[in-house]
């Protein structure tokens, strides 16, 4: 008994771990089998020239030993259509092997998209429940605790400790960039096309980063959020010329800040009381703003949103110390 409970606990296993990763088991099935259509193809080929020597001699003696009046007889043409028959039946057994294995691959890598596709749409369902979940918890704490509380959960408590360095003094605004230039639309923060704010749309966005599906352009929007917080923990400064880069949007307006001196971004120089590093964090404004474009956006509803970001001007003594470590 304890044999077989042995045996069914191991099968049991394998099959789990078979569900679980089947497609990677199918896709390294097809990569193989594809390797080995390769080689039984080129092996094929090699005896190709032995199949078509040996029957053309064979047809060709078919030919020459017989006359114009008994090519004519049925005898003969079954004779020369069998011959034709096994001349084909050596081609497909040699090509056999190639064949399968080249539609084992095809099968096999078609088998996995469709599995992946499959919990995509599974995970991409949950997200929208989740998000909805999320909305409806939002909702709560604002009618609840007020804007002023839901502000503060979003943030990770960054709007109270705003409130106490206003309070203890040590808040600086954020400097708001004056052009010189006329053709730089950069000191209206009501624009679209501004430092700070800018419309995430398929025609701003390049390099592919934009998609029809708005929980794609959550994804890729919270996912990058995330991954430039971390750098910032790690770097202790983040440039919003990468930002821009990294999600390929139109770099025109940051050039020209470029141009003059003016660098915008993320940097951990806050520090409170007792010496630590205050809480300072990456934020694109996706869940930072409750109006309806941002609401509808969250759910999936509409493609596109703008982003808010919460960076600052960038002293040249701050860009410098954190450039030399």
């Given at each position: 008994?304890?044999?077989?409970?042995?045996?069914?606990?191991?099968?049991?296993?394998?099959?789990?771990?078979?569900?679980?990763?089947?497609?990677?088991?199918?896709?390294?099935?097809?990569?193989?089998?594809?390797?080995?259509?390769?080689?039984?193809?080129?092996?094929?080929?090699?005896?190709?020239?032995?199949?078509?020597?040996?029957?053309?001699?064979?047809?060709?003696?078919?030919?020459?030993?017989?006359?114009?009046?008994?090519?004519?007889?049925?005898?003969?043409?079954?004779?020369?259509?069998?011959?034709?028959?096994?001349?084909?039946?050596?081609?497909?057994?040699?090509?056999?092997?190639?064949?399968?294995?080249?539609?084992?691959?095809?099968?096999?890598?078609?088998?996995?998209?469709?599995?992946?596709?499959?919990r995509l749409m599974m995970a991409e369902t949950a997200f929208v429940g989740v998000t909805k979940a999320f909305?409806?918890?939002?909702?709560?704490?604002?009618?609840?605790?007020?804007?002023?509380?839901?502000?503060?959960?979003?943030?990770?408590?960054?709007?109270?400790?705003?409130?106490?360095?206003?309070?203890?003094?040590?808040?600086?605004?954020?400097?708001?960039?004056?052009?010189?230039?006329?053709?730089?639309?950069?000191?209206?923060?009501t624009r679209v096309d501004d430092i700070f704010h800018y419309y995430f749309t398929e025609d701003t966005v390049?390099?592919?980063?934009?998609?029809?599906?708005?929980?794609?352009?959550?994804?890729?929007?919270?996912?990058?959020?995330?991954?430039?917080?971390?750098?910032?923990?790690?770097?202790?400064?983040?440039?919003?010329?990468?930002?821009?880069?990294?999600?390929?949007?139109?770099?025109?307006?940051?050039?020209?800040?470029?141009?003059?001196?003016?660098?915008?971004?993320?940097?951990?120089?806050?520090?409170?009381?007792?010496?630590?590093?205050?809480?300072?964090?990456?934020?694109?404004?996706?869940?930072?703003?409750?109006?309806?474009?941002?609401?509808?956006?969250?759910?999936?509803?509409?493609?596109?949103?703008?982003?808010?970001?919460?960076?600052?001007?960038?002293?040249?003594?701050?860009?410098?110390?954190?450039?030399?470590?």
């Amino acid at each position: 008994m304890a044999l077989l409970t042995t045996i069914k606990t191991a099968v049991y296993a394998v099959k789990d771990f078979t569900i679980q990763h089947s497609p990677e088991i199918l896709l390294g099935t097809s990569i193989a089998a594809g390797v080995g259509a390769t080689v039984t193809g080129c092996i094929a080929m090699t005896k190709m020239d032995a199949i078509n020597a040996k029957h053309r001699e064979i047809l060709d003696t078919f030919h020459r030993g017989t006359n114009d009046e008994d090519k004519e007889t049925p005898e003969y043409k079954r004779a020369i259509t069998k011959e034709y028959g096994r001349y084909g039946l050596d081609i497909a057994k040699t090509w056999a092997p190639c064949v399968g294995l080249t539609l084992l691959s095809g099968t096999a890598a078609l088998g996995s998209f469709k599995i992946v596709n499959k919990r995509l749409m599974m995970a991409e369902t949950a997200f929208v429940g989740v998000t909805k979940a999320f909305e409806r918890y939002r909702d709560n704490v604002i009618e609840d605790q007020g804007l002023e509380k839901d502000q503060y959960y979003a943030t990770n408590g960054a709007l109270k400790k705003k409130q106490e360095l206003i309070a203890k003094g040590k808040y600086k605004e954020k400097e708001v960039p004056v052009s010189k230039d006329p053709n730089v639309m950069c000191n209206d923060l009501t624009r679209v096309d501004d430092i700070f704010h800018y419309y995430f749309t398929e025609d701003t966005v390049k390099g592919g980063n934009y998609s029809r599906n708005p929980f794609y352009n959550m994804r890729l929007l919270c996912q990058t959020q995330t991954m430039f917080d971390d750098r910032l923990k790690n770097d202790g400064i983040v440039f919003l010329d990468d930002i821009y880069q990294y999600l390929g949007l139109d770099m025109k307006t940051l050039l020209a800040e470029r141009a003059q001196d003016r660098t915008y971004g993320w940097v951990l120089d806050c520090y409170t009381e007792d010496g630590m590093p205050n809480d300072q964090h990456v934020l694109f404004g996706i869940y930072e703003y409750n109006d309806t474009q941002h609401r509808l956006f969250r759910s999936g509803e509409i493609n596109d949103v703008m982003l808010h970001f919460n960076c600052r001007l960038l002293t040249h003594e701050t860009c410098v110390k954190f450039a030399k470590g």
